[in-house]
């Protein structure tokens, strides 16, 4: 019975060993969230400075971007925390892959600051620059998502994966509305950006609704009474209501550029709250299971003092779900020790069903999401649109075939393998 414990005790220890490897994933993603907000301000000065004749923001962008190569300095610190060689485990591979693209991103920084400082190239292009080691970045917190294994920390991670995705199509919302009012009127182009990046933005925030813990729910329900709400909702209507043939003031991009960035930056407390709290969960989660492992130690030292000539136990038989199926009686020392251990064994097995229960319906959203990414790729690829046409042809196939978007997003994906591998 020793010997089994010792597997149980091997069990716990691999538990927080995964568990502290989580929270250095959850270290990681808070610091990728800090050069996510830096490079998302950098980026909206960087806007307006192209799109205006003046040098009115060159000090403001400067002191951004010195905040940015910090927040930089320290993920690329982070960056250096694992050790390759021993993290090996399948589920890293995609994790690394990605990591390695927000590296490579970051280092074509240096010559994209420079262009905007020579106004080499339009605000469009800025955006564009800027936005690829974002969305690296993005792609790193997914897949910690996709990934961890306590659902707590994995619900959180949802959340907070979706608040961060929500914020940077406000950003990309707010850097469209700069260049529409700078000016002076939104193209048909433009206005369809706007209504993408506006339904983009709720579908992300009602997934971070159904995940958030609730303090997080507490802060974001505060924001609807904020007044630079229905300001930024004026702003889109007179957007909306432009044409060459109506122009608006072109002095309106400044309020329009405060009030998002407000409103940007009221994301970031709550993604704060959400990387402070996952920090807190895969602290309490290590210390549960490290106090569990202590429990089964002295279990195993108790179960050590028996006496080692009692009788053959009795034997308690078990299925792959942990279910009593048959009981044999032996003396009473011997039933104690097994009784004493298949417990353990039981109930660590009911802990893990459920874990995994939990994760599964977690993770659902996260697969609905790769799915739908993959079908919008392909449709960019195939038909050579651009991204909101591409996921309006998905809402349309859903609405005419009466099904889930994730049902279409699938079929398409799948036939789309089909036909490669014919």
């Known amino acids: 019975m020793s010997r089994a414990l010792d597997f149980i005790l091997a069990a716990r220890r691999s538990e927080i060993q995964g568990l502290q490897q989580l929270d250095t994933t959850c270290e990681l993603v808070a610091k990728v969230s800090q050069l996510v907000h830096a490079l998302q301000r950098e980026r909206g000065y960087s806007n307006v400075h192209l799109g205006s004749a003046d040098d009115q923001c060159q000090d403001a962008l400067d002191a951004l971007t010195a905040q940015s190569k910090l927040a930089e300095a320290a993920l690329l610190d982070g960056f250096e925390q694992p050790d390759l060689n021993r993290a090996c485990a399948a589920e890293k591979v995609r994790l690394f892959n990605h990591i390695a693209a927000v590296i490579h991103g970051l280092e074509g920084l240096v010559k994209l600051r420079a262009a905007v400082r020579r106004r080499a190239l339009s605000a469009d292009e800025s955006t564009l620059a800027f936005s690829r080691p974002i969305a690296a970045m993005l792609a790193v917190v997914f897949e910690a998502a996709d990934t961890a294994s306590e659902p707590q920390v994995t619900r959180c991670l949802v959340a907070l994966f979706n608040m961060m995705q929500g914020k940077e199509l406000a950003g990309q919302e707010r850097a469209t509305g700069v260049a529409g009012f700078i000016q002076g009127w939104f193209s048909p182009v433009l206005l369809e950006r706007l209504r993408f990046l506006g339904e983009s ?58 009030l998002t960035t407000t409103r940007i930056d009221a994301f970031k407390t709550i993604e704060d709250e959400l990387t402070a709290e996952l920090r807190a969960q895969c602290q309490r989660s290590i210390a ?53 251990v298949l417990d353990v064994v039981h109930e660590q097995n009911q802990r893990l069903l459920a874990l995994h229960d939990e994760l599964a319906l977690v993770r659902t959203s996260l697969d609905e ?41 699938r079929t398409l994906v799948n036939k789309e393998k089909n036909h490669k591998r014919a």
């Not at 038909?383 to 978007?405: D, F, I, S």
């Open 369 to 409: 999401r790769k799915w739908v990414e993959r079908a919008k790729g392909l449709l960019m690829q195939r038909h050579g649109v651009n991204e909101p046409e591409a996921y309006r042809l998905l809402q349309q196939a859903a609405m005419t075939q009466g099904v889930r978007l994730l049902d279409v997003a």
């Open 201 to 258: 933005q709720q579908r992300c925030f009602e997934t971070f609704v159904d995940f958030a813990p609730p303090e997080a729910l507490l802060a974001w329900k505060a924001l609807a009474a904020e007044p630079w709400q229905g300001e930024i909702e004026r702003l889109r209507q007179v957007a909306v209501r432009s044409s060459q043939r109506q122009p608006i003031p072109t002095s309106l991009y400044q309020p329009w550029f405060e």
């Open 288 to 340: 549960e299971a490290s106090a569990e492992l202590d429990n089964h130690r002295a279990l195993l030292k108790r179960l050590g003092n028996l006496d080692s000539n009692a009788a053959s136990p009795g034997t308690r038989l078990y299925n792959v779900q942990a279910t009593e199926l048959e009981s044999v009686t032996g003396d009473a020392m011997g039933h104690q020790v097994n009784r004493s």
